[in-house]
């Protein structure tokens, strides 16, 4: 099968739909790859790369549309490039298709079968094959850097000879891949990052990035299983408008990220907003192609307000990365369609059903919903089961009751044991019961925040061994009992040792 990257025919769109990577990557996975001449130009990357890669490059758009089983496509189809293509072909490409049901019909009706790569549904299995989430993560970044860029000062604080810089105020409004990326960037450079979301479920997110979240009074949660905000109630618009409005007083820089799959982009700043941020101060909106979340963002634009603020409807798209992994989305979907080998649509597969939004003709468009993370409904029984859970204080209460009849049992035994066994063997006996209680306290108290709880529990196992073959290991190296305390005593410092090496390993993951 022969697989073709054409070149972008919008002159604001600056990716392609593979790289020299990728295309080794399609090889691998037996297809053919063609590519049209200067398709990477935009993104810096040369035909002789694409060459060298294994791919061959074709002069006209016309051929390769004509040669190609499988268009590989960043933007959109023209109808110049629909007239190009023919029955059965697969495409492969950003299509909006809640927007576009004019497009989605040409394309059905060239019988073209039409993968939209920006309607991947929001599951786990499908994360690697995201492209909207690996590119949020790129403007994400971009918009910090960009939004620095404009900003004019220092993101960081700094106490030099020539004076104190206080350190730059970053607000986040939304917190999805795209904000969380923005946040990530922000703290990195050492700015202030506050950050505001719908969802209190990524209120831990925020903070354990190092940002402060910021909520309304009001108890609602935008939640959804979809994934996305919903819209919320208008008390609790009004109390966000009035939040963004003190923060808009405060903030240097604005980073807006709220979208909606399919529809315009909800305005969160406001005109009074923007008037009352301090002259030079940023504003980066990252929903600027749906509309924009601030009410006087232009899509493809930069420039600055009258009152001094900077309004960026514009990024640099960092179009090499970005293409790489834009392709890498494309090679994870095409590995599970069964490579070139067993290349099959399968409709009954959750992931092409829903982005393959023509198909045979026919437009398959809307999907039927997929819940992102689908909960069991709790039955009856369980709920209550919840409800007449006892509190803690009475569980703890049980616990100490049962532990003291414990006790009694087993001091109850020891007596009625000593009444009739040797006095050696109580002693002994004795010390033996007490040691594995003891131990038993010991080790299951350990406490096993930094490491797991099997390692935690193998630790203090190890260390009661090493304090019992010491006790043991006698002065004469040919008693039996020290040559078993010295295997005993090397066993469990392998153990021990072993555990922290694994530790440090684990906690260096984390490190940057």
């Not at 179009?319 to 790489?324: H, V």
Request: proline share 4%; net charge negative.
């Amino acid at each position: 099968m022969k697989v073709g990257i054409p070149k972008e025919r919008r002159s604001n769109e600056h990716r392609v739909g593979a790289t020299p990577k990728t295309v080794k990557r399609l090889i691998k996975q037996g297809f053919e790859v063609i590519i049209e001449t200067k398709a990477g130009e935009n993104a810096n990357i040369k035909d002789s790369e694409f060459e060298n890669s294994g791919a061959t490059i074709i002069g006209s758009a016309k051929q390769l549309y004509a040669d190609a089983d499988i268009i590989l496509k960043v933007q959109a189809f023209t109808d110049e490039e629909i007239d190009l293509m023919h029955k059965d072909q697969v495409s492969l490409s950003y299509l909006n298709p809640g927007q576009n049901e004019a497009l989605l019909q040409k394309l059905a009706d060239k019988g073209v079968n039409a993968i939209a790569m920006d309607a991947i549904p929001r599951i786990s299995r499908a994360q690697k094959m995201d492209v909207l989430s690996s590119m949020a993560n790129i403007a994400g970044y971009r918009s910090v850097i960009e939004g620095a860029n404009l900003y004019g000062k220092f993101l960081n604080g700094q106490i030099t000879a020539a004076g104190k810089v206080d350190p730059a105020k970053v607000l986040v409004i939304g917190a999805g891949v795209a904000g969380l990326a923005a946040i990530g960037t922000a703290k990195s450079l050492g700015a202030i990052v506050r950050a505001f979301d719908t969802r209190m479920e990524v209120a831990e997110q925020i903070e354990s990035m190092g940002a402060q979240f910021l909520t309304v009074d009001i108890e609602e949660d935008g939640s959804t299983d979809s994934g996305y905000s919903k819209v919320m109630s208008q008390a609790f618009i009004d109390a966000e408008m009035e939040l963004f409005k003190e923060q808009a007083k405060e903030v240097d820089i604005i980073i807006t990220t709220a979208q909606i799959p399919g529809r315009n982009a909800p305005k969160l700043v406001l005109d009074y907003h923007v008037a009352a941020m301090k002259p030079g101060s940023v504003i980066v909106d990252l929903a600027a192609s749906t509309g924009g979340n601030c009410v006087l963002t232009k899509d493809g634009e930069v420039y600055q307000t009258e009152s001094g603020v900077w309004i960026v409807g514009k990024l640099d798209q960092l179009p090499q990365q970005a293409s790489q992994l834009y392709g890498n989305n494309l090679c994870h979907l095409l590995d599970d369609m069964g490579k070139a080998e067993n290349f099959n649509i399968d409709m009954n597969d959750d992931v092409v059903k829903r982005a393959m939004v023509t198909y045979n003709g026919k437009v398959n468009w809307p999907p039927e919903p997929l819940p992102v993370s689908p909960q069991k409904p709790k039955t009856a029984t369980e709920e209550v089961a919840i409800a007449q859970a006892p509190p803690e204080a009475d569980l703890a209460k049980k616990k100490s009751v049962k532990m003291a009849i414990t006790l009694a049992i087993v001091g109850a035994f020891l007596y009625l044991l000593g009444m009739v066994a040797p006095a050696d063997f109580m002693q002994h006996f004795t010390v033996f019961v007490l040691s594995v209680f003891i131990g038993w306290q010991v080790i299951w108290n350990v406490s096993h925040s930094l490491h797991t709880p099997l390692m935690a529990v193998t630790n203090a196992i190890s260390g009661i061994i090493i304090i019992g073959g010491l006790l043991q290991t006698t002065n004469d190296i040919s008693n039996p009992m020290t040559i078993l305390a010295f295997i005993a005593i090397l066993v469990a410092s392998i153990n021990i040792v072993g555990g922290f090496v694994v530790t440090h390993r684990m906690l260096k993951m984390f490190r940057k």
